[in-house]
């Protein structure tokens, strides 16, 4: 218990932080609103509109009188829609009760950790990872046991390091394919190396994070783990939503599929805390999973003109260097190559959080430090904006460490 203020607060709150992407973002909102010309790159959500046909749907749900509350794991139509989805797109059939939907796949992924662990769980996140997944895991008193997959190994885990980090205490692995920030995806093969681990640890469940699935450079269809190996069926979460896939953050709709136990008790946890997520943003939910796919194929090809642009504008840069990622819309440059260099103010630049701070206020460019994702002297830069905003980044970011010494 702290008592820093009227109101002790609780342990759980002081093991973990605000997520520090959203207070990057704040921060360079914050330097906009004084007026200062800030490029931001920090965002972790789509910049297109959200496709008319699904905004369409929400208006006429919310005319029809879909202003009440909904069953605790979803309508039927949304459930039957995301069965629909997952028997098409991932070749895994699920049941009804099999299916859990929240406010969004951050909550789905908060239901499942406060719904299994206690004191002492431990939790495999492959680092680098998105942000969430320690403090999550914290807040429902687990541990994370982070796993560092560095470049050499295409920041990817590999079955040898998968065996090593797994204990008699290990509940979850979790995995996220395309990755944030990295985007990394595993192929079967991959995959297939990570199940021969699992199934001869039958106390480990799987949580996938399959949010950026769609968003694949090549095109292809991001393997389910379900798919490669069908016996971790029984102990595996698939975890999915519509934020990213149709541009529909602000609608705050995840979904889970799992066994039928786990998602009874996540949706007890839920039943207590949120009941159900809004009723319009199903109805609007089930028209994405069922309607036209247009805007999925148009929005990938526009993300892989500005990853190209991005990629080969930041490989320009003596002090930085990054591989092409091959989904979700983040580059993920090194700049291993600016620490150790003094500014024009004289300061030396130790970490990669003096790099972005010293970016935000020499260049006017928002980016978040590998730090936060558990990859020291990396940065993270979003591509979810306009290719003529990348381009003036990655200009300003030239001139700044041009003047670097
Ligand atoms: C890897 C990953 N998982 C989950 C989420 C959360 O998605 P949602 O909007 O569905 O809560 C994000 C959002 O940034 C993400 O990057």
Redesign the pocket.
Known sequence: MSRTGAIALAPRVQRIKPSPSMVARDRARQLQAEGRDVVDLTA?EPDLDTPKHIRAAAAAALEAGATRYTPVNGTPALRKAIIEKLARENGVRYAMNEISVGG????VIYNAFAATLGAGDEVIIPAPY?VSYPDMVEACDGTPVIVSCGENAGFKLSAEALEQAITPRTRWLIL?SPC?PTGAFYSAAEIGALTEVLVRHPHVAVMT?D??EHIRFDGGATPCIVAVEPRLQERTLLVN?V?KTYAM?GF?L?YGAGPAELISAMNTIQSQSTSCTSAISQAAATAALEGDQGFVTEAREMYRLRRDRAVAMLNDIPGLSCLPPDGAFYVFPSCAGLIGKTTPAGKILKTDLDVVMHFLDAAGVAVIDGTAYGMPSYLRMSIATSLPKIEEACTRLARTCAALR
């Open positions: 972790g969004g796949a951050k909550q998105w996220n944030n994070d949010i950026y939503g934020s953050t705050r995840g």
